[in-house]
């Protein structure tokens, strides 16, 4: 009795284990579900928008000006940040706020991503804490999932002139 006992409990600790395995890699690797907080990426993403992150762009290096990534904070490493990549390396960049009347500009160092939130007016981003690097990326967002009425691809940023093209 004892030892049917013992032998069920390890088979279901063994399946436990594996399972917990693959679904740690799908999650780490393929990607998944993300509930998005903070006014930064309105009106594309607004509080409590959930949408479907995938990881795989990150690793092949797919990642393009545009995108909206999930990346983990400069500020605080234990938090993630939902933003708009405006600038990959070697790409001229503003880094003055929209209200300034003297622009600057700065080149995106090799192996960073410059960030920006589509709120320009309420978004901490590159333009307070710099250029991210490109291995704080957790993954790439693609569709919207909540709400219903919204569901589908993201739409342009509403700042594209601030891609430049220099």
């Known amino acids: 009795m004892l030892r049917n ?7 279901f600790l063994g399946y436990t284990v594996q399972y917990g395995c693959i679904v740690h890699c799908a999650f780490e690797y393929l990607g998944g579900i993300v509930v998005c907080s903070g006014p930064s990426m309105e009106p594309t993403i607004q509080n409590s928008d959930i949408v479907f992150s995938e990881n795989l762009s990150r690793h092949f290096y797919c990642i393009r000006k545009g995108d909206i990534v999930i990346v983990k904070s400069p500020n605080d490493p234990k938090s993630n940040i939902c933003k708009r ?3 990959l390396e070697g790409d001229k960049v503003c880094t003055s706020n929209p209200s300034d009347f003297l622009k600057s500009h700065s080149y995106v160092p090799k192996g960073h991503v410059w960030l920006e939130g589509d709120n320009l007016r309420n978004s901490t981003d590159s333009r307070c804490y710099g250029p991210v690097p490109y291995g704080l990326i957790r993954g790439r967002i693609c569709f919207k999932i909540w ?3 919204d569901f589908g691809f993201l739409r342009a940023s509403p700042n594209g002139h601030r891609f430049l093209d220099d």
Do not use: E, M, Q, Y
């Open 5 to 11: 006992v013992l032998g069920k409990t390890f088979r």
């Open 85 to 87: 990549v405006i600038g």
């Open 147 to 149: 709400p219903l009425n």
